[in-house]
């Protein structure tokens, strides 16, 4: 079992570019999970999915872009990088969904990403 | 305003001291769950604790959930290098299982 896996671990960008953020897992998890992390901010939550086919917005949603492709994979968007955007991006997904009481999320190695 | 305010924000501290660091909120949670996340990797749930009161260990590790389910706590006997990282009190509100993260507390233990 590789757990939740990220592509790629890191990557430049200069503002104005876009790009596609990978995640999957392989624990037949219902929902996933985007978070961002920055320094003195934790983690916060950018979007989610309950279960396959839905997708909603958490805390800080502006300026991107989400699909959950199959159960297995969920992926997040740059439409047109900016440098607020610089953070390290983490993918977690977790067994339980919105009408359980909740439970572990695993995450992923995270990427780093970097727009100048 | 945030939901979850932990401290102290940082700690240095030598192998062998002992150390305890809080997670406080005005708010009351049905659980909440300390995760712990070392360099370059992604956090790792070490307890979930669910009753006003409850204590829990983990080896040297012991957590508390406050009374009254506001505040938790996570003490440390006997510190190792082996537990540096940064350690996150996290609570699930909304639907979807969704987790809200304190800020964190990065503790460094040195030889």
């Known amino acids: 079992n590789a757990g939740v896996t990220q592509t790629p671990k890191f990557q430049v960008l200069k503002t104005g570019q876009s790009m596609t953020l990978q995640c999957a897992q392989d624990m037949n998890h219902n929902s996933m999970y985007w978070y961002r992390q920055d320094p003195g901010m934790g983690l916060r939550l950018i979007y989610y999915s309950a279960s396959e086919g839905t997708t909603d917005k958490g805390e800080v949603p502006n300026g991107y872009n989400v699909s959950r492709l199959n159960k297995r994979e969920f992926s997040l968007r740059l439409e047109s990088a900016a440098p607020s955007q610089t953070s390290v991006y983490f993918c977690a997904s977790s067994e339980y969904g919105s009408w359980q009481g909740g439970g572990e999320q695993y995450f992923g190695p995270g990427t780093r990403l970097t727009v100048t | 305003t945030q939901l979850l305010e932990q401290s102290p924000q940082f700690l240095s501290i030598q192998e062998g001291e002992n150390l305890t660091v809080y997670c406080n909120s005005s708010s009351v949670f049905s659980s909440l769950q300390w995760y712990r996340q070392e360099p370059g990797e992604g956090p790792v749930l070490l307890v979930t604790v669910v009753t006003g009161g409850e204590v829990k260990k983990l080896k040297r590790l012991t957590f508390q959930f406050g009374d009254a389910r506001k505040d938790s706590s996570l003490h440390i006997t006997a510190a190792q290098p082996g537990d540096t990282g940064l350690y996150l009190c996290?609570?699930?509100?909304?639907?979807?299982?969704?987790?809200?993260f304190g800020t964190g507390t990065r503790l460094q233990v040195t030889l």
């Open positions: 996290a609570v699930i509100t909304g639907t979807a299982s969704k987790l809200t």
